[in-house]
Antibody, heavy 127, light 107 residues
Framework: QPQVQESGPGLVKPSETLSLTCSVSGVSFTSGNYYWDWIRQSPGKGLEWIGS???????YYNPSLESRVIISIDTSKNQFSLKLSSVAAADTAVYYC???????????????????WGQGTLVTVSS | DIQMTQSPSSLSSSVGDRVTVTCRAS??????LNWYQQSPGKAPKLLIY???NLQSGVPSRFSGSGSGTDFTLTISSLQPEDFATYYC?????????FGQGTRLDNK
């Protein structure tokens, strides 16, 4: 069964960079059928899609976060990562990683669906 | 961005009831609508993808329908484990967006 699992600090200071890693197991990480995504959930904004990365390096980002986000992939470690810079209290949320399956191998991330999700990790931005 | 609006925001039902949740998109999205279930303290779980396709392992009492702008999630006979929050999500275009959620609780 495919599994994804988030890891990283639970507390980040304002103006610093949030860094999280997602470890993937039980599935071919380099399959053209998948993108690898970050999604966050906060009480104020609900579920918010952050962005996607393909093993080829193709990325898609939410324009609302794009100036601060980098999602990268390390196929040798079966991991992908999120970096969010210049964080503020509004970035406090539970961060999830998830696999996005696309209907046509090698295609764009559109038309995809998220499964499985990691258990989520709470990141609090506070000094 | 495409706005997703769910109704109702909350719903009280009993075991055995038939339940329907509606999701409306602010523009046409074809069939590219997914449904998720989230229990307290847990990650969302995929139920239905591309409007009407049941995810592997999901009970057949869950079904989805719709296209264009209007979509429906139906639970044919509510079970105790179904009391949770349900979200729709469009994957027609980025940024992908979610509905605000429908909380289903025990009457």
């Amino acid at each position: 069964q495919p599994q994804v699992q988030e890891s990283g600090p639970g507390l980040v200071k304002p103006s610093e960079t949030l860094s999280l890693t997602c470890s993937v197991s039980g599935v071919s990480f380099t399959s053209g059928n998948y993108y690898w995504d970050w999604i966050r959930q906060s009480p104020g904004k609900g579920l918010e899609w952050i962005g996607s990365v393909h093993y080829s390096g193709t990325t898609y980002y939410n324009p609302s976060l794009e100036s601060r986000v980098i999602i990268s992939i390390d196929t040798s470690k079966n991991q992908f990562s999120l970096k969010l810079s210049s964080v503020a209290a509004a970035d406090t949320a539970v961060y999830y990683c998830a696999r996005a399956t696309i209907p046509a191998a090698g295609g764009p991330v559109m038309y995809s669906w998220f499964a499985p999700w990691g258990q989520g990790t709470l990141v609090t931005v506070s000094s | 961005d495409i706005q997703m609006t769910q109704s109702p925001s909350s719903l009280s039902s009993s075991v055995g009831d038939r339940v329907t949740v509606t999701c409306r998109a602010s523009q046409r999205i074809g069939i590219y609508l997914n449904w998720y279930q989230q229990s307290p303290g847990k990650a969302p779980k995929l139920l239905i993808y591309s409007a009407s396709n049941l995810q592997s392992g999901v009970p057949s009492r869950f079904s989805g329908s719709g296209s264009g702008t209007d979509f429906t999630l139906t639970i044919s006979s509510l079970q105790p484990e179904d009391f949770a929050t349900y979200y729709c999500q469009q994957s027609y275009s980025t940024p992908f967006t979610f509905g605000q959620g429908t909380r289903l609780d025990n009457k």
